[in-house]
Each structure stands twice: as structure tokens, then as C-alpha cells.
């Protein structure tokens, strides 16, 4: 059964840094692309970046772009996210997802990635 666990949020001033964490379990590493999404209140969950399960391509969404450094730790089935210069836009519920079979077209389609964890919320005050 793949379970995701995803943690790190946390309230944070304009500029400053959060490192996300995503633990997956019931999972081979490098067999699954993990994503990271958010939603903010009333607005619809968006792909944020994504590690990709062939070759470890990294995708970033032009919102973080930058300033996000998605990364993996094959011995801890971890995903990082690490955010920096956040910004109050940031502001949402952060997601981490996985799936096996994701193609390069679809990676921010939250529809398309078949596990989930539950969310880690991120404040980012102003």
C-alpha cells in the first residue's frame, strides 16, 4: 500500500525559508515520480514541482521557479521541498503525490497522479 506523509509547513514571514518533507512508504524509489501541489482557499489544487521516477527529471511550476529546489533521498524515501524567498502567494495547503506512470504532459494535472498524502499547510505572512 504506498502511504505518503507529508510535513514542514509552517507560519513564516515574506522571505523567509520552509523545507518540506515528503516520506513515502509502500513505494520503490525510482520506479515513482513524486509531486508536490498546493491549494489555497477557493482556488483549485496546482502542481508545484515534481521529481520524475526516470532519470530523476525535475520539474518546476514558473511560480516557484527560482526559488524551489526539489530534491531526493533514496535511503530516507524522501522528497524534499525546499522554499525559499516565500512569498504571501504561496500562502496554501502543500500536497505531496505520487505515481508511477505520470507523463511529462500531465505532471501538474492533480488529476492525473493516482496517491496522495494528506497536506501540510504554509502561511506565509506579509
Known amino acids: 500500500e504506498v502511504q505518503l506523509q507529508a510535513s514542514g509547513g509552517g507560519l513564516v514571514q515574506t522571505g523567509e525559508s520552509l523545507r518540506l518533507s515528503c516520506v513515502a512508504s509502500g513505494v520503490t524509489f525510482g520506479d515513482y515520480a513524486i509531486g508536490w501541489f498546493r491549494q489555497a482557499p477557493g482556488k483549485e489544487r496546482e502542481g508545484v514541482s515534481c521529481?520524475?521516477?526516470?532519470?530523476?527529471?525535475?520539474y518546476y511550476a514558473d511560480s516557484v521557479k527560482g526559488r524551489s529546489t526539489i530534491s531526493s533521498d533514496f535511503a530516507k524515501n524522501t522528497v524534499y521541498l525546499q522554499m525559499n524567498n516565500l512569498k504571501p502567494e504561496d500562502t496554501a495547503v502543500y500536497y505531496c503525490?505520487?505515481?508511477?506512470?505520470?507523463?511529462?504532459?500531465?505532471?501538474?494535472?492533480?488529476?492525473?497522479?493516482?496517491?496522495w498524502g494528506q497536506g501540510t499547510q504554509v502561511t506565509v505572512s506579509s
Open positions: 503525490a505520487a505515481d508511477s506512470s505520470i507523463i511529462t504532459s500531465s505532471i501538474y494535472d492533480p488529476r492525473q497522479w493516482d496517491y
Open positions: 521529481v520524475g521516477n526516470v532519470g530523476g527529471t525535475t
